[in-house]
């Protein structure tokens, strides 16, 4: 008796190392995935169908037999989220932004089928950015031009959720959901100057309280833009202005180079659907004449399940 259990405990621990395959060699070369047609890329989504969704050229694009189609024209390129089975939220800076215009309330987030027919799920934003859906099936958004997370719920309409950081960014849940992670992307936007900060929000019944702990820094010039965590509760980072893409532990502080020369990394998604569920996808923006590339990034551990 004790020989069969000693056998099976052998085998939990095997079954367990090979469910987590990280790859020896850090940093991890970044495979194109797409180059064409795209120039500028920014959000990345799958559906519950397992459908890739990405903003590029001002546009919505599904990927279908292996080949990018065009969904719905946009005003700009920013971040998506899935929700429900099929549709995708789009996050739309509308006519004006404050980056070249002044504060304004345009900011568009979008309800989009993946035949193309849309609806304005929420107005009155300045400059949305991120999206992400919780479990109440509320809907966090960040603006990138001020220190503004507001939260939309079809009861409560749109409310603010926190000030705390300021040009927030990328948003992602901690694994037991207790906290909001928030990519710091800008000091400034007038001039606009990168930021490198990644910040904690703890979140009790519903509400974020005020502070935000910083979690860590990632290079000189990070422009933080998306965030994912996986399923070990770990977050990636996309170091826009930098090209990297960084790993922190909120468990121990580890901090560890993922990938590089991503120019213009933005957006960050696990895969799902016929994509591989154990490798990253990214976007990537405007720079140095090599954006608009997507790529995929074999980190070797799944996602933490997504909110739809």
Same mark, same amino acid.
């Given at each position: 008796?004790?020989q069969?259990?000693?056998?099976?405990?052998?085998?939990?621990?095997?079954?367990?190392?090979?469910?987590? %395959?990280?790859?020896?060699?850090?940093?991890?070369? $970044?495979?194109?995935?797409?180059?064409?047609?795209?120039?500028?890329?920014?959000?990345?989504?799958?559906?519950g169908?397992?459908?890739?969704? @990405?903003?590029?050229?001002? %546009?919505?694009?599904?990927?279908?037999?292996?080949?990018?189609?065009?969904?719905?024209?946009?005003?700009?390129?920013? &971040?998506?989220?899935?929700? +429900?089975?099929?549709?995708?939220?789009v996050?739309?800076? +509308?006519? =004006?932004? $404050?980056?070249?215009?002044?504060?304004?309330?345009?900011?568009?987030?979008?309800?989009?089928?993946? =035949?193309?027919?849309?609806?304005?799920?929420?107005? *009155?934003? *300045?400059?949305?950015?991120?999206?992400?859906?919780?479990?109440d099936?509320?809907?966090?958004?960040?603006?990138?031009?001020?220190?503004?997370?507001?939260?939309f719920?079809?009861?409560?309409?749109?409310?603010?959720?926190?000030?705390?950081?300021?040009?927030?960014?990328?948003?992602? @849940?901690?694994?037991? *959901?207790?906290?909001?992670?928030?990519?710091?992307?800008?000091?400034?936007?007038?001039?606009?100057?990168?930021?490198?900060?990644?910040?904690?929000?703890?979140?009790?019944?519903?509400?974020?309280?005020?502070?935000?702990?910083?979690?860590?820094?990632?290079? =000189?010039?990070?422009?933080?833009?998306g965030?994912?965590?996986?399923e070990? /509760?770990?977050?990636?980072? $996309?170091?826009?202005?930098? &090209?990297?893409?960084?790993?922190?532990d909120?468990?121990? /502080?580890?901090?560890?180079?993922?990938?590089?020369?991503?120019? &213009?990394?933005?957006?960050?998604?696990?895969?799902?659907?016929?994509?591989?569920?154990?490798?990253?996808?990214?976007?990537?923006?405007? $720079?140095?004449?090599?954006?608009g590339?997507?790529?995929?990034?074999?980190? *070797?551990?799944?996602?933490?399940?997504?909110i739809?």
């Open positions: 008796m004790n069969i259990l000693i056998i099976k405990y052998f085998l939990f621990l095997s079954m367990s190392f090979f469910s987590y %395959a990280e790859p020896a060699k850090l940093p991890i070369e $970044a495979e194109v995935l797409f180059n064409e047609p795209f120039f500028g890329c920014e959000g990345i989504t799958f559906n169908e397992g459908k890739m969704f @990405l903003t590029c050229n001002k %546009a919505l694009w599904v990927i279908e037999d292996g080949e990018p189609k065009k969904v719905a024209d946009l005003y700009s390129n920013l &971040g998506l989220s899935a929700i +429900g089975e099929r549709d995708v939220l996050a739309d800076f +509308g006519l =004006e932004n $404050a980056f070249r215009h002044q504060k304004n309330h345009d900011g568009i987030v979008w309800r989009i089928t993946p =035949e193309g027919e849309r609806k304005v799920l929420v107005k *009155g934003i *300045g400059d949305p950015n991120f999206i992400l859906v919780l479990e099936k509320s809907i966090l958004i960040s603006d990138d031009a001020t220190n503004e997370i507001f939260r719920s079809e009861n409560n309409g749109l409310e603010i959720f926190s000030t705390a950081v300021n040009h927030p960014n990328g948003l992602a @849940l901690s694994k037991d *959901g207790k906290k909001l992670y928030v990519a710091q992307i800008f000091k400034s936007i007038r001039p606009v100057t990168p930021d490198n900060s990644l910040w904690s929000i703890s979140i009790q019944d519903g509400k974020a309280l005020s502070a935000a702990i910083k979690v860590g820094q990632t290079g =000189e010039v990070g422009a933080n833009d965030l994912v965590v996986d070990h /509760g770990r977050i990636y980072v $996309a170091a826009n202005g930098d &090209g990297i893409i960084w790993r922190f909120p468990e121990n /502080g580890e901090k560890v180079m993922i990938a590089k020369d991503i120019f &213009g990394v933005a957006s960050l998604a696990f895969g799902e659907g016929d994509y591989d569920h154990q490798s990253l996808f990214a976007t990537t923006t405007f $720079a140095k004449g090599l954006g590339k997507i790529y995929q990034i074999k980190v *070797g551990v799944k996602g933490q399940p997504v739809r």
